[in-house]
């Protein structure tokens, strides 16, 4: 076949799987806004979301059937939750009876990613710089895919914790992106931590880990910069025996900036003006302890992971500190170099790994902006948190 008429068929799939993907994601971003104690919040969220809870409920357990995957290991790990984190189990509990579910439902539906390994496919890109127009911005790509349509904005005002706006999961107490009321903003990637490292460490484990998607959770309401939470972080431990590391990004209103790569109950700290993360881990100890080959899907994630780093390290060289901007921000989260894009179209077929979401914070004017699709080609929401 010509090359030619390969690149129209590579152009024209790609035409349509964007406008399946805004047909279907029309008009469909929620934004929910909860105040109260963690029950009234959850209760809120329930009773705005039931319908929506549900959906996302029935399509994870009707999929994974994950109550029936390691029961002793959850219950040790909710145990664990309830003595530490009782204001976690009290929302879930608002959520489940907001919307006429089982608290138990709820739970599984909030452990979801520390008993499947979907999130150790996915594909996000968090970059982090400080502007000359609206000084530190931090950026990020959600790359879960076309059938990941579970997000909505939580904007929040619990009665003992700070103010905030995250990207958030129906049902879930998660603030897997978010910003709060001081300015501090939390993104990253997650990464792929070699089955053998976590297994070592599975008894230790669940004596001082919060979940992944609660660790956000718990900076964004307890921490004003990044300090505070990288003093937060290292309390606990967020591994979990059955899922992924992660490369947490943070930024703070002072323009403090800090990688946390964190995974096997190991981390390292990278503090710089400008910072990035894939989905690998780039500090040298922490590299030894990477998942990079144990299947073909986490060869393809390793693969396109180092690429979307490289593209990220072309961009930055050849663009002066002087020219850093929220355009700039947008360009890059738009990027579609032919290796290592950072917003991706791919997988037809396979969709994980697409661009899902595209959010921009700027923490001085404490502006979350919110992209409900590919920000190559979707405008833009603005929502203020002040
Ligand atoms: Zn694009």
């Not at 105040?35 to 357990?61: A, D, L, V, W």
């Not at 593209?311 to 060289?317: I, V």
């Not at 921000?329 to 595209?358: D, Q």
Request: hydrophobic letters at 35%.
């Amino acid at each position: 076949m010509n090359i030619k008429f390969l690149t129209f068929i590579r152009k024209l799939k790609r035409k349509i799987t964007l406008f399946l993907f805004n047909l279907r994601r029309r008009d469909n971003l929620r934004i929910g806004i909860f105040r109260g104690t963690p029950y009234e919040m959850g209760f809120s969220h329930g009773k705005i979301f039931k319908k929506q809870i549900k959906y996302t409920y029935n399509k994870h357990n009707k999929f994974y059937k994950f109550k029936n995957l390691n029961k002793h290991k959850i219950s040790k790990l909710v145990n664990f939750i309830e003595n530490k984190f009782p204001e976690f189990i009290e929302e879930m509990k608002g959520i489940a009876d907001g919307s006429d579910m089982n608290k138990e439902d709820i739970i599984f539906l909030n452990l979801f990613p520390v008993i499947n390994s979907i999130i150790s496919r996915s594909k996000c890109t968090s970059v982090g710089f400080i502007s000359n127009d609206k000084g530190p911005i931090l950026g990020q790509n959600v790359d879960l895919g076309l059938e990941w349509r579970y997000y909505f904005i939580k904007k929040i005002s619990p009665k003992n914790g700070y103010r905030s706006i995250s990207g958030s999961w129906f049902g879930t107490i998660w603030q897997t992106v978010g910003m709060n009321e001081y300015g501090l903003c939390i993104g990253g990637s997650s990464v792929n931590v070699k089955k053998s490292h976590y297994d070592e460490i599975e008894d230790i484990i669940l004596s001082n880990t919060v979940p992944l998607h609660f660790l956000s959770s718990l900076i964004l309401s307890q921490c004003k910069n990044v300090e505070e939470a990288i003093s937060l972080l290292n309390k606990y431990r967020f591994t979990l025996p059955f899922v992924a590391g992660e490369s947490a990004l943070l930024l703070d209103i002072e323009g403090k900036l800090a990688v946390i790569e964190k995974g096997g109950g190991q981390q390292t700290i990278k503090k710089a003006p400008l910072l990035y993360t894939t989905n690998i881990y780039i500090d040298s100890k922490m590299e030894k302890i990477m998942d990079i080959d144990s299947s073909e899907s986490i060869k393809e994630i390793t693969i396109n992971a180092k690429e979307r780093y490289r593209t990220l390290n072309n961009l930055f060289r050849d663009i002066p500190k002087q020219r850093y901007s929220l355009d700039l921000m947008k360009t890059i989260l738009s990027n579609h170099n032919p290796k290592g894009a950072i917003c991706r179209h791919y997988g037809i077929g396979n969709e994980i790994g697409n661009t899902t979401f595209s959010y921009i914070m700027v923490s001085q004017q404490r502006k979350f902006l919110v992209a409900d699709g590919y920000p190559c080609c979707t405008k833009f929401k603005e929502i203020f948190l002040k």
